[in-house]
């Protein structure tokens, strides 16, 4: 004899199993008015904190952006590096946005958009070594001290491509590259985005590394849960931000 759901029991099951608690998609979010955005805000120009602690930066601009051409508010969600998967697979967010590099694990548990950012893993240092730490081998020496932020990307970088350079794991990525301007670490290997802004930052103090190119090559874009009509609308809206412009002036008025 086969057994009957209640709609209290079947409450009770979709609170057990975030993705299927967001199967909705697109139409939860307008029915609630609002989309909710998990993002770290500590990852220079795509979404930090200003001075006056205000979430900023190009993708919290396009964030909200999208809340609006979607007809809902933007409400952020703070997460970080080591927990965005857990917390996005827990259904605490609707879009993961912030410089989200595209990969097998993410891409499993959510859906991708569009990619609005083509990049690769770039060495920075103090300028006085940019002549110095040119390819992986010459950083993976013993002496050589890299820095890298907890969890995500460059992470997993540096621990699978050095083994033997000192690697520092650094709990805030917001003070990160202070550790090489005061000589604490000497190499952090980033994205290029984030290589070139900082070198912009401390002119004569961090320079990119003279590599010949990139060590990788990845893409980014906005993670979202899983939803054929949310992802075409968040895909029709990065495909006309990146045709018209608007991601590029959001991007250059972040790298200022």
């Not at 259904?91 to 946005?97: L, N, S, Y």
């Not at 990525?173 to 202070?178: A, G, V």
Request: net charge neutral; glycine share 8%; charged share 20%.
């Amino acid at each position: 004899m086969g057994r009957t759901f209640t709609a209290a029991a079947f409450a009770a099951l979709l609170a057990c199993l975030p993705g299927l608690a967001s199967a909705e998609g697109l139409a939860a979010i307008k029915q609630a008015g609002v989309l909710r955005i998990g993002t770290t805000g500590d990852y220079k120009p795509f979404s930090y904190r200003g001075a006056d602690g205000a979430l900023v930066g190009a993708d919290i601009t396009m964030a909200k952006a999208l809340a609006a051409d979607l007809g809902v508010k933007a409400e952020f969600v703070p997460t970080t590096w080591k927990t965005l998967l857990p917390d996005f697979q827990a259904g605490r967010f609707d879009i993961a946005v912030g410089g989200i590099t595209l990969n097998p694990v993410r891409a499993a548990a959510g859906d991708f958009s569009v990619p609005n950012v083509s990049d690769g893993k770039r060495p920075i240092v103090r300028c006085a070594d940019a002549a110095r730490y040119t390819s992986l081998a010459a950083i993976d020496q013993k002496p050589v001290r890299v820095v890298t932020n907890s969890g995500g990307t460059n992470d997993t970088f540096a621990h699978a491509s050095f083994h033997q350079a000192q690697i520092i794991v650094w709990p805030d990525n917001r003070t990160i590259f202070d550790e090489l301007v005061t000589d604490k670490a000497d190499v952090m290997v980033t994205d290029g985005v984030e290589v070139d802004l900082q070198s912009k930052l401390h002119p004569g103090v961090l320079c990119p590394a003279k590599v010949a190119s990139p060590f990788t090559h990845f893409e980014d874009g906005y993670l979202m849960q899983k939803d054929p009509a949310l992802k075409q609308a968040v895909d029709a809206f990065m495909t006309r931000s990146l045709a018209d412009g608007t991601w590029k002036r959001a991007l250059d008025a972040a790298m200022q």
